[in-house]
């Protein structure tokens, strides 16, 4: 077997294992889930930690269109797939039986406000520790 056709099959071996290792490497992340009601949020107080990469999983069990709005702590995360925030990066819009995933990593420790901007008038409130 020529030497270049054996060189070139254990490179790609080795740069596989590689890649394998890599997203090995990478952590699984924390996860915070929450349920959205009929006007309510369940918990209604979330914790992250600072630099922990966290699954936010929201489920809207309620019969309205509900949105997790909090504006100062989405501007201070590190968001993976900001695709799942409305276009001004300040909330995520939930149907009525959705569930929607945000990867984020929580930076800046602090207290940050949680609304539902459409029934935050009938409570659906809450907060947000990053500790």
């Known amino acids: 077997m020529p030497r270049r056709l054996v060189r070139s099959g254990l490179l790609a071996v080795l740069a596989i294992a590689i890649g394998v290792a890599v997203v090995k490497l990478r952590p699984r992340p924390a ?3 929450v349920t959205m009601v009929d006007d309510r949020f369940m918990p209604a107080r ?3 930690k600072q630099g922990v990469l966290s699954r936010l999983r ?3 069990r309620g019969k309205h269109t509900h949105e997790f ?3 100062t702590f989405f501007a201070t995360a590190e968001i993976d797939n900001p695709g799942v ?4 990066h300040t909330e995520i819009v939930v149907g009525p039986g959705e569930s929607k995933d945000l990867l984020l990593t929580a930076r800046r420790p602090g ?3 949680l609304r539902c ?3 935050d008038w009938d409570g659906m409130i809450g907060g947000i520790v990053v500790e």
């Open 69 to 71: 709005t909090a504006p």
């Open 117 to 119: 901007s459409d029934h």
């Open 58 to 60: 929201l489920t809207n």
């Open 46 to 48: 979330l914790t992250f």
């Open 111 to 113: 207290t940050y406000d």
């Open 85 to 88: 925030l409305n276009r001004e």
């Open 31 to 33: 996860e915070v889930d």
